[in-house]
């Protein structure tokens, strides 16, 4: 039973990795959609007076 057990693990963990991989490969593509997005809003942040942010 236990060697089923740790072939299961393995496999989970198999998946997982791609899984990440996937997850990685995406992640460029995804920031330089965003990056100016999010831009905007750091802009108009940077561009209120301290005392209300905080």
């Known amino acids: 039973m236990a060697a089923t057990d ?3 693990a393995a496999a ?3 998946k997982r ?7 990685a490969r995406e992640a460029p ?7 100016p997005y999010l831009d905007e ?5 940077e561009e209120r007076p301290a005392a209300l942010g905080t």
């Open 29 to 35: 593509s995804i920031a330089r959609r965003l990056g």
């Open 12 to 14: 989970e963990l198999k």
């Open 17 to 23: 990795a791609e899984r990440l991989r996937e997850c």
């Open 6 to 8: 740790g072939g299961d």
């Open 41 to 45: 809003f750091v802009i108009g942040d």
